[in-house]
């Protein structure tokens, strides 16, 4: 176990970017901070190893990657896929104290592309569900995304073969679900939709 493990096992642990960039993690192990405190990303094999993401989950993000990505050939706007840290309340002497790893995030200020990852909230954030999701998760995420300002978020369901698209209108978002036969149109990216048939085949 390394000593970062050790660590985040604490359960008094408070932790800033500044500490995050120092955790040396064992081959496979991944965490997000959120308002301070370290979650363990993946489904544990044990008391310490993370599973990593399953097949459905890599096509159904590699799909939807390849159609954004192929829709910003040669624009101003980046797409990354996971693992890429986002800083979603950036402070420039790394005191803050979130950083999460999106499945997929587009990114059209060039300002907030570092060398590290994302500082500040992206255009659009695309998380896929897995097994080992908690409500709890879901619940901070959503806040967290809707607190910091990012103008659309999706939630992919693998098993129901559907969409949750959240999009910020007046301080609020406004969610719509889209089915596996549907082509949905990304707000952010005018002009781009996505096939879901192609995502969920």
Known sequence: MSDA???LDDPRGHFTYADYRQWELAEGERYELIDGVAYAMGAPNDAHAMAGPDTEHQLISGELFR???????????KVFSAPFDVR?????DETDITVVQPD????????????E?????PNLVIEILSPSNTGEESVKKFNLYLEAGVQEYWIVSP?????QV????????QARTYK??????????EGLSITLGDVFN
Do not use: M
């Open 5 to 7: 493990a050790r660590k």
């Open 104 to 115: 997929i995030s587009v990114i059209c200020d060039a300002k907030k592309i570092g060398t």
């Open 67 to 77: 159609q954004i990505a192929n829709y910003l050939h040669g624009k101003p706007c």
């Open 88 to 92: 979603l309340f950036y402070q420039e």
């Open 117 to 121: 990852g994302c500082r500040g909230a």
């Open 166 to 173: 959240n999009i910020l209108e007046d301080g609020a978002y």
């Open 159 to 163: 098993k129901s073969k559907t969409v």
């Open 180 to 189: 596996a036969d549907a082509v949905l149109p990304v707000r952010v990216l």
